[in-house]
């Protein structure tokens, strides 16, 4: 699990065990042992899973959306490389009771910053990983808290040019048009994270690591130099152009000199992926037909999500109303079956 959803699900310790136990057996599920977990074992098959308890989610409206808006996302994505939704339950017995749900998922065994902490990976690793997250991501609904082979956490999820808060992308990742406060985003914003995520593959380090939002920015105009005139026009924010107006002019720098131990090829695929320009960053899809991934290039495992229609982001609902919504579909959730545990997936 990444660091958010392991931080959540580790309330799950305030479930009682017979209830979850109790909850899970009348709708024929596995008995998940032990509730007081974040992770838990499906009784039928001997498998690990995880859990994760939304933490206070009716306690505003837009919590309540956010909660809600994740359930749906889970539910809809059917994707190898994104996190699945296993099954989904509350211990509360009515509506009117209803305070909280848990969401059963896959158990990740590790993750993308515990693989580098114990071995330098090569760059067939670096490909093959890169090449999972790119096609996580071309499916085409926006998430967060990226893991290798499986993309997790869909509260924050939206589709392309949806309105996102400059504060949701963990700031070493967080693409310039985030800092900048260009609001209309498209999906390239992700891309320009899992460029970050492959630099730091490829050095051990972060690529660019700000200790505030401005100067993050800073650091990554020392690389890629100060936006052209033209890029600056772009921006909603006039407070953003006035700033970048007043930074001193860099000269991008070369980034064969920066990735001193990448092949030409991945350093030409970050000079596509680390544009300050939206319009000119690749997308996931071009970036999947880079050379650098020609060895393992198939397009037949390169699918586009099945189209997917919700008119709930434009919903103004009641807090009541919202939680009626989530429970029922709660209710009408039909738990899949565990397969093998995805601990050595990566």
Aim: with cysteine.
């Amino acid at each position: 699990l990444s660091s958010t959803a392991t931080h959540r699900s580790s309330r799950a310790q305030h479930l009682p065990g017979h209830r979850l136990s109790t909850r899970t057996a009348r709708r024929g599920a596995a008995r998940l042992l032990p509730a007081a977990a974040p992770s838990a074992v499906d009784g039928r098959s001997g498998t690990k899973v995880a859990i994760k308890k939304l933490y206070r989610p009716f306690q505003s409206q837009i919590l309540a959306k956010r909660a809600y808006r994740e359930l749906r996302l889970l539910k809809h994505m059917k994707h190898e490389n994104v996190i699945g939704i296993l099954d989904v339950f509350t211990p509360d017995v009515t509506l009117e009771k209803f305070n909280g749900f848990y969401i059963v998922m896959p158990f990740m065994g590790t993750d993308l910053s515990k693989i580098m902490k114990h071995e330098k990976l090569t760059e067939d690793r670096i490909q093959f990983l890169v090449y999972q997250i790119l096609k996580g991501l071309k499916i085409t609904v926006w998430v967060y808290f990226v893991l290798p082979l499986q993309i997790l956490d869909f509260g924050m999820a939206r589709h392309t040019d949806s309105e996102m808060t400059g504060y949701v992308v963990t700031r070493w990742y967080r693409a310039p048009e985030v800092i900048l406060n260009w609001m209309h985003y498209t999906q390239t914003v992700d891309i320009w994270s899992v460029g970050c995520i492959m630099a730091e593959m490829i050095m051990g380090r972060p690529l660019f690591r700000g200790n505030d939002h401005l100067d993050q920015l800073k650091e990554i105009m020392k690389i890629t130099g100060t936006p052209s005139q033209d890029f600056v026009q772009k921006l909603k924010s006039q407070a953003a152009k006035n700033y970048i107006k007043s930074l001193p002019k860099v000269q991008k720098k070369d980034f064969a000199s920066v990735l001193k131990h990448a092949s030409p090829l991945a350093v030409n695929l970050l000079e596509n992926m680390l544009v300050l320009d939206v319009e000119e960053r690749v997308t996931a899809a071009e970036a999947l037909m880079h050379p650098y991934f020609e060895a393992i290039h198939d397009p037949e495992e390169e699918i586009e999500a099945e189209k997917y229609y919700e008119t709930f982001d434009n919903m103004d609902l009641t807090l009541d109303e919202w939680k009626r919504v989530t429970y029922k579909e709660i209710l009408n959730f039909k738990p899949l079956q565990t397969s093998e545990s995805k601990e050595t997936a990566v």
